[in-house]
């Protein structure tokens, strides 16, 4: 059976303000997406990579990307969606019956490690379903729609999720198909599975796992670069 990472990386660059895609920026000269690409091709425990970009950047994406930093892993690039979760469920249809586990990344997560996936993976294969993050820093206040403070929230429950998240093939199949039946959006794949009834396990992530989506992100994510090589 066989581990295959999804890696959503067909957003746009509109929080950047950008005629560049943020999953094409470059940091020290490599993109962001080949950063995040390399950390899959170099954990042992994935085996395939579906890459998901606009259809339009196929073609740039092969060429540039993949062939260029040497991603061997990547065995099918597949167009993507109006939303992320119409470009996941490209790659979730994609799947075959020899994957048993199916990881999810977002493409602009370049700071994970090695060591994370494999945690995922293994979480996965025990639990059915994991996601990563880490427990909220701040104070959290829930306010309604005129600015108001309705409650303050207990931050020691409180996490913020990132990816990767991890599945066990049929349950994130079952659980696009449930979302897609109910024509359900949720803001990352393991609400999906939450909604069907499975239980997600949360295991500790990074601070530094950020995911690029403004200028500030790029300013963070050169300090981190500075400091890796260091």
């Given amino acids: 059976?066989?581990?295959?990472?999804?890696?959503?990386?067909?957003?746009?660059?509109?929080?950047m303000q950008n005629n560049i895609s943020k999953q094409y920026l470059l940091l020290d000269g490599i993109p962001v997406l080949a950063r995040t690409l390399e950390i899959f091709q170099r954990s042992p425990g994935i085996d395939e990579i579906f890459l998901i970009v606009p259809e339009m950047d196929i073609d740039y994406a092969h060429k540039d990307i993949v062939d260029r930093y040497d991603i061997s892993k990547v065995s099918n690039i597949l167009a993507g969606g109006k939303e992320r979760q119409d470009s996941v469920r490209n790659g979730i249809d994609a799947l075959r019956s020899?994957?048993?586990?199916?990881?999810?990344?977002?493409?602009?997560r370049p700071f994970i490690s090695e060591e994370l996936v494999r945690s995922a993976i293994l979480e996965a294969s025990r639990s059915q379903a994991v996601t990563v993050g880490v427990p909220v820093k701040d104070t959290v206040k829930?306010?309604?729609?005129?600015?108001?403070?309705v409650e303050t929230l207990n931050r020691n429950h409180l996490w913020l999720t990132q990816t990767p998240q991890a599945f066990e093939r049929d349950v994130i199949k079952?659980?696009?198909?449930a979302a897609?039946?109910?024509?359900?959006?949720?803001?990352?794949?393991?609400?999906?599975?939450?909604?069907?009834?499975?239980?997600?396990?949360?295991?500790?992530?990074?601070?530094?796992?950020?995911?690029?989506?403004?200028?500030?992100?790029?300013?963070?994510?050169?300090?981190?670069?500075?400091?890796?090589?260091?």
């Fill in 1 to 15: 059976m066989k581990t295959v990472a999804i890696i959503p990386a067909a957003g746009s660059s509109k929080r």
């Fill in 98 to 108: 020899d994957h048993d586990v199916v990881v999810i990344h977002d493409g602009v």
């Fill in 142 to 149: 829930s306010v309604d729609g005129h600015g108001i403070v």
């Fill in 174 to 177: 079952k659980a696009y198909e």
């Fill in 180 to 230: 897609y039946r109910d024509n359900y959006y949720g803001t990352d794949d393991a609400a999906l599975v939450e909604r069907i009834g499975v239980k997600v396990m949360m295991i500790r992530g990074s601070y530094d796992n950020i995911k690029i989506t403004t200028k500030d992100d790029i300013m963070l994510a050169e300090v981190f670069i500075r400091r890796l090589k260091q």
